[in-house]
């Protein structure tokens, strides 16, 4: 059970990492969140195993801030 | 240009053209601004991190890492910010947890019913130009050149996200500048005509030097005050603009102090609705009509002045690259 704890923790923690890697910069400003700030809590996070409540924090906190289907013309 | 205004209540009677001539009124929504009929249907809309005003080689007005939202119209580039203090910022210990939720307590009280605004009309940018991130120390950044009076000139900067190509954005604003200008100004000559007929097809700016501005420069381009804000299309512009533009106050020299007398206005240009004998006078320093008989302007206290044609002539044409000032 423990184990599977911290199985969970450390899964979720790069998960969410990867997740907000992969968003770009300019999702993250639309979402008025500093990119910078939320990964270095959410690696923090997990490298300390308490990546399940970084995950948790950043699902509520950030996710739903993300623009859907926001077309970009000056996107790179 | 930018400033912290007050959010209208949805049941107050507003007038978005005379209202939003310096700064663009705010809407009821976050981030939203009340659009005028000449800003078109084609708005585009970014979100930038960071603002910042310079007059004078001074830091007049700055905000960074907050959220705003910025509209490319037909008429203006405008942006809009609902969350401009944010307070927090203590660090430290488990006492920090309290003082950044008192401290965002305390702004969000500050800021409510207010918006910070700003706005760059088409017709008072001289030069537009970008920045392009190229490494951890540039940025992608947006700027405006503008003048408050002759000497006094300004630049607007606005930050835009690493993935958001500037020097695109900064294309298609000279391009919709440069349109709106031919379709705005009557008394164009055939080389400002020239200029600004190229601008309308300019294609993005690039450098490969870091930091390096490459800008698009108009011909010309009119003082900052609520004269140059009124120039609107024909076909849309409120009936007070029109007259406020058709006020015959042009004069050869910068420095007349006396008024045209009436004899000199051609009856054609006259509106009905001013007399022959009433010369129109407006302040060269803030814009604001000032009467007949006044010596000094009632808005800012200044010595009235006859206002020239106030545009700013300037003998480059081609955009020209320039290191920006870190």
């Known amino acids: 059970m423990i184990t599977l704890l911290i199985v969970l923790s450390y899964a979720s923690g790069i998960v969410a990492i990867l997740h907000g890697l992969a968003k770009p910069a300019s999702e993250w400003v639309a979402a008025d969140r500093n990119r910078g700030y939320w990964l270095t809590m959410m690696v923090t996070g997990t490298v300390l195993g308490v990546g399940l409540i970084a995950t948790a924090f950043y699902v509520v906190g950030v996710v739903p801030r993300y623009a859907s289907g926001e077309e970009n013309v000056f996107r790179k | ?326």
């Open chain 2, 1 to 326: 240009m930018i400033g912290i205004e007050e959010v209208p209540e949805p049941d107050e009677s507003i007038d978005v053209f005379e209202d939003g001539l310096i700064l663009p009124v705010p809407a009821g929504e976050r981030n939203t601004i009340h659009f005028e009929e000449r800003d078109g249907s084609n708005i585009q809309r970014l979100t930038a991190s960071h603002v910042e005003l310079r007059a004078g080689g001074k830091t007049v007005f700055k905000a960074p890492d907050v959220k705003l939202d910025v509209f490319i119209t037909d008429a203006r580039v405008a942006f809009a910010c609902s969350k401009f203090d944010k307070g927090g910022g203590w660090i430290g210990g488990p006492a920090t947890l309290v003082l950044n939720a008192g401290s965002k307590a305390l702004a969000a009280r500050r800021r409510r019913g207010k918006m910070l605004v700003g706005q760059m009309r088409f017709p008072w940018i001289s030069n537009v130009g970008s920045t392009t991130k190229t490494g951890w120390l540039s940025e992608e950044n947006l700027y405006f050149d503008a003048s408050f009076s002759k000497g006094e000139s300004c630049r607007m900067t606005l930050q835009l996200p690493k993935n958001v190509s500037a020097s695109r954005a900064a294309a298609e604003i000279a391009r919709r500048a440069a349109t709106y200008r031919l379709a705005v100004e009557d008394e164009l000559s055939d080389d400002e005509r020239q200029a600004l007929e190229q601008l309308a097809e300019c294609e993005p700016l690039t450098s490969s030097v870091k930091n390096q501005i490459s800008f698009h420069q108009f011909p010309t381009h009119w003082f900052v005050n609520e004269k140059s804000a009124r120039l609107s299309p024909a076909e849309i512009a409120p009936a007070a603009a029109a007259e406020a533009l058709r006020s015959p106050v042009e004069v050869p020299s910068a420095t007349a102090e006396v008024p045209l007398p009436a004899a000199q206005v051609p009856a054609a240009e006259a509106m009905p609705s001013v007399q022959l004998e009433e010369v129109q006078v407006f302040c060269e320093q803030c814009g604001a009509r000032v009467g007949e008989h006044d010596r000094f302007c009632a808005s800012c206290g200044k010595l009235a002045r006859v206002e020239t044609s106030s545009r700013q002539d300037d003998p480059q044409v081609a955009a020209v690259d320039q290191t920006s000032a870190r």
